[in-house]
């Protein structure tokens, strides 16, 4: 673990031990404290920034947010960072007929169509994660390279369109051959395979995209379910 990311981890575990509760501590003493310098401090302090568990008033220091401790906080190694560091650049788009596999994702008819997007996502320049997507044409007449190349999920709120959950897997896998040419890494290297579904208020399945990332990390802190455990020692 890199010395800022434990800074940030550890920081974490004080604001959930109510050991800093309002205010952090200043630089120069997070400093001393963790025995580094103080250019690791401002980076740990920019990612508990970029992760919503502080905020930073100027000539005042960080501050905790109060609603931190009351909700789950999940982050990963692409929302961690803000959305000017993170760009998209298009491998492929076709408009293409559902297949019987796409049918059943998203309850098409018989002759319905879906875009199949191919594209990159970089964080500062470098490329981490390649995307495969798609998108029902019913939902997203408009489909272009100007649009594949900025947030989908903007896109998708800026047609209107609420967005409620999403359903995400997560699997390790080795990077294939074609993907690495791609992401400009080795064939074979360990990746996270992440498979998302996305919902809309209304029920309707809006994108379904598979990531390869050959950077992953995520961090959770969920709530302890005492029901989930109860069922799982019935089994």
Not at 9 to 17: A, E, G, P, T
Not at 76 to 100: D, M, P, R
Not at 197 to 214: A, C, K, N, P, Q
Request: some cysteine; charged content about 25%.
């Amino acid at each position: 673990m890199k010395k800022y990311d434990f800074v940030v981890q550890d920081i974490l575990s004080k604001i959930y031990q109510n050991k800093i509760s309002v205010k952090l501590p200043a630089e120069r003493d997070l400093a001393e404290s963790y025995a580094v310098s103080r250019f690791t401090i401002r980076k740990a302090l920019s990612k508990l920034e970029a992760i919503g568990v502080v905020t930073a008033k100027l000539g005042a220091g960080h501050y905790v947010k109060e609603s931190v401790r009351d909700n789950p906080l999940i982050y990963n190694s692409i929302t961690e960072n803000s959305f000017n560091e993170i760009s998209y650049k298009k491998v492929s788009l076709h408009k293409k007929l559902a297949t019987g596999h796409d049918k059943n994702i998203f309850q098409f008819g018989e002759d319905d169509y879906i875009w199949d997007i191919k594209r990159l996502r970089l964080v500062n320049g470098a490329v981490v994660q390649l995307e495969n997507t798609k998108l029902p044409v019913s939902l997203f007449s408009k489909m272009t390279a100007e649009i594949i190349e900025s947030s989908l999920q903007n896109h998708t709120l800026d047609l209107g369109y609420d967005i409620a959950r999403y359903l995400t897997n997560y699997k390790a896998v080795n990077v294939s051959k074609e993907d690495a040419q791609l992401l400009g890494c080795k064939k074979g290297i360990a990746a996270m395979s992440i498979n998302n579904r996305g919902f809309l208020s209304t029920g309707e399945v809006f994108i379904v995209s598979e990531v390869v990332d050959i950077d992953y990390n995520c961090t959770y802190l969920v709530p302890f379910n005492s029901e989930n455990i109860k069922m799982r020692g019935k089994k």
